[in-house]
């Protein structure tokens, strides 16, 4: 029988034999899955894994320190981060399309990470690659979480030849609750380990328009203050996520104190699932959704309206883009 402590030594075990004394690279997306790879091999190997890190400007409030802080302090990990944000938000200027926008944010990331690798192989023997493939991910070798850009990437064999990389995966025969146990067992914060599915391509799938700097920090504010509100109300257990959705080309006539409003409606799209495949909407509490919608429309200049999606998925899909 598997314990969980057990699991963690013969993990770092195979690690250790399988890096030897060479170095790794290890992408963190702020998710789960690339957070406990990386804290199994910093148990392996020590300083000889650094961690990567891009900031694409696409992030939620809080999750940049949540990586550079809490992710750190708790592991020890040698981390780079890289500013990317500029470098997005030209890519993306003026772009509507859904797919357009997945594609230049799946390609930007890769530029930007494959820059890293090589700066990093200039410096030393990393000839290794960590990444957070789960054992549903070897199985379907579908999306998944998080790291799916990187994943998706590498896995397709897209690397130049001069970026040759061994992949060390050691989640491949864990699932998703395994991985949150491991996490735990690692020391990782309960923020990171307990954390909700988030996109890849982040806020700007959740911007329905043109991704901006002013649409991102309006989107921002609104999701922390839905995040914030289903947090205290205890419901982060009972609900798959809760994309928060800006439409950003829309606008409604509203009324603040004397004045009328012209601003834009956000959308908020609580969903249950059991794995992202089939969805129903979450029945949230009333009460809940009414101080949601007043602190969105009370602390969030631009918002004047705030809707709720009442879909299943099928027919809709949980992001909307
Ligand atoms: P949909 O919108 O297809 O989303 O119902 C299903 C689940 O996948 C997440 N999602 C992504 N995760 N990269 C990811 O790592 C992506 O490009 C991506 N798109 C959607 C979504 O949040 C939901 O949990």
């Not at 000839?127 to 998706?152: C, H, M, W």
Request: net charge negative.
């Amino acid at each position: 029988q598997w314990t969980t402590s057990s699991i963690v030594e013969e993990q770092v075990r195979r690690i250790s034999d399988q890096i030897g004394d060479g170095r790794a690279i290890c992408g963190l997306s702020g998710g789960v899955d690339s957070a406990v790879a990386a804290a199994l091999v910093q148990r392996a190997i020590g300083d000889r894994l650094t961690c990567v890190f891009v900031d694409h400007g696409l992030l939620r409030a809080g999750e940049r320190t949540q990586v550079e802080q809490d992710f750190v302090s708790a592991t020890g990990v040698n981390l780079i981060t890289i500013d990317a944000r500029e470098r997005f938000l030209d890519a993306l200027a003026g772009v509507t399309d859904p797919e357009q926008k997945r594609k230049i944010i799946g390609r930007e990331f890769i530029r930007v990470f494959e820059q890293a690798e090589r700066d990093l192989k200039a410096q030393g023997d990393y000839r290794f690659l960590v990444q957070g493939t789960l054992y549903p991910d070897v199985v379907e070798s579908g999306g998944g979480e998080g790291t799916a850009n990187i994943k998706s990437h590498h896995n397709v064999g897209g690397l130049p030849d001069d970026l040759q990389f061994e992949l060390v995966e050691p989640l491949r025969l864990l699932f998703k609750d395994e991985v949150r146990r491991v996490g735990l067992e690692l020391g990782l914060p309960e923020t990171i380990v307990q954390r909700q599915p988030f996109p890849g391509p982040g806020l700007g799938i959740r911007i329905i328009g043109a991704v901006d700097q002013e649409r991102l920090d309006t989107l921002r504010a609104a999701d922390l203050i839905a995040r914030e509100e289903l947090t205290a109300a205890g419901l982060d257990r009972d609900i798959w996520q809760c994309p928060v959705v800006l439409l950003a080309d829309v606008r409604s006539v509203g009324v603040q104190g004397d004045g009328r409003t012209y601003g834009h409606p956000v959308v908020l799209r609580p969903v249950s699932s059991e794995d992202a495949m089939t969805a129903d909407w979450t029945r949230l509490p009333y009460e809940v959704l009414e101080r949601i919608s007043t602190r969105i429309t009370n602390e969030v200049a631009e918002v004047n309206r705030v809707v709720l999606d009442v879909t299943s998925k099928p027919p809709g899909t949980i992001e909307w883009e």
